[in-house]
């Protein structure tokens, strides 16, 4: 049989539309359903590359078929302390076990190398009622010099929440001193008066997350940072819902926000979730997730939520205030997300 061929290609190639199906198709094999990145954000963030991240799509084809892909992440932050590169790679079920996994990773490896990329990241999938050493993905990093480094988990949570419910939720949330805080949601990108506040926040949050033993620089975000993400995201079809929490003096002291976009009809993003340090326990986080739900589901009388009907989100497996509240607002847990690492050169 012929070695497949890794090409690099742009969002115009007329493969760019297989290279996206095959590379989303392989992570969704005997998979629950997930959140993947459209085919129209793709194009559009790789038509118009950011300036905090650099993204190179490999496409692996067999007698010109395409038949799996990469995509590598190269940050472009200066005053990092290590060079990473984070890849997804894929192959369709069909054409597994002939080596075109491995040829992809040659590929990103050299590519990496050029780029003076120090370390190599990659995130496996394993579903909760299967074990890593039966799944491909955690094989093929294990076989190829990867160590895993950090666990979380992939959680699902169906919506609507029925009315009643959310009522009980934010009741229960409500009894205790996370009263003296006013929370605040809005639909759209951040207004002018909370930029400050939320950039402020978000770097406290890249801070505070747990990450295991993965090698990453904690980003700041300034103001700038903040507008700049907004207005991408906006480009690639995103509406973000956000809450944030204020205290008597107007300082931001927790956030959270849930991503739709107009692309996928079926699941919404839960991303960032973070209380200040000095009000945790209070039962802040839970208000603010059950307030963000509600204006997800109540904004324009239902139609931002559409017929979506499951929201994801992600957490460290130690992260144990997290995984309660989660458990709490119904979250069940799909996925052991197992993230490797290794150096660049093997
Ligand atoms: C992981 C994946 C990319 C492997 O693709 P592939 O083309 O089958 O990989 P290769 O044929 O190059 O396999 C290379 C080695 O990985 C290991 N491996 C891959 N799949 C395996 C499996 N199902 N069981 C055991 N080992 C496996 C083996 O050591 C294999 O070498 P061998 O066939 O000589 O024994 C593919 O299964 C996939 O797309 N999975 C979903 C996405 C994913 O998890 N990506 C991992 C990112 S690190």
Not at 145 to 148: F, N
């Given at each position: 049989m012929n070695g497949p061929r890794i090409e690099d290609i742009g969002p115009d190639d007329p493969r760019f539309a297989d290279w996206h199906a095959a590379v989303a198709r392989s992570y969704a094999h005997e998979r629950q359903p997930g959140w993947w990145e459209s085919l129209e954000s793709a194009r559009i963030s790789f038509a118009r590359p950011g300036t905090q991240k650099r993204r190179v799509a490999l496409v692996a084809t067999r007698d010109g078929v395409v038949v799996g892909g990469a995509v590598l992440g190269l940050p472009l932050d200066v005053d990092v302390d290590v060079e990473t590169v984070s890849v997804e790679l894929g192959v369709l079920p069909d054409a597994r076990r002939s080596g075109v996994g491995g040829a992809l990773l040659s590929a990103v490896r050299e590519l990496a190398a050029s780029e003076g990329r120090d370390v190599v990241q990659a995130e496996v999938f394993v579903p909760v009622d299967r074990s890593p050493e039966e799944w491909p993905g955690a094989r093929f990093a294990e076989s190829h010099?990867?160590?895993?480094v950090n666990v979380e988990h992939r959680f699902l949570l169906d919506v609507p929440l029925p009315e009643p419910r959310l009522r009980e939720l934010a009741a229960a949330a409500e009894q205790g001193s996370s009263r003296d805080n006013t929370v605040v949601s809005w639909v759209g990108g951040c207004p002018e008066q909370h930029l400050e506040q939320w950039a402020r926040m978000q770097t406290q949050m890249n801070q505070d997350v747990p990450t295991g033993e993965l090698t990453v620089t904690a980003r700041q975000v300034d103001a700038e940072r903040v507008r700049d993400s907004d207005r991408r995201m906006a480009e690639q079809g995103w509406t973000k819902v956000r809450s944030m929490a204020l205290d008597a003096d107007g300082a931001g002291r927790g956030y959270t926000e849930l991503l739709v976009s107009e692309h996928d009809p079926d699941v919404v993003v839960q991303d960032d979730a973070w209380v200040d340090e000095t009000h945790r326990g209070r039962r802040l986080g839970m208000r603010l997730k059950i307030a963000n739900l509600r204006r997800l589901q109540g904004h324009d009388d239902g139609a931002l939520l559409g017929p979506r009907r499951r929201v994801q989100t992600y957490c460290e497996q130690d992260n144990t205030a997290m995984r309660r509240i989660n458990a709490e607002v119904g979250f069940r847990a799909v996925d052991t997300l197992r993230g490797y690492e290794g150096p660049v050169g093997g």
């Open positions: 010099g990867l160590r895993c």
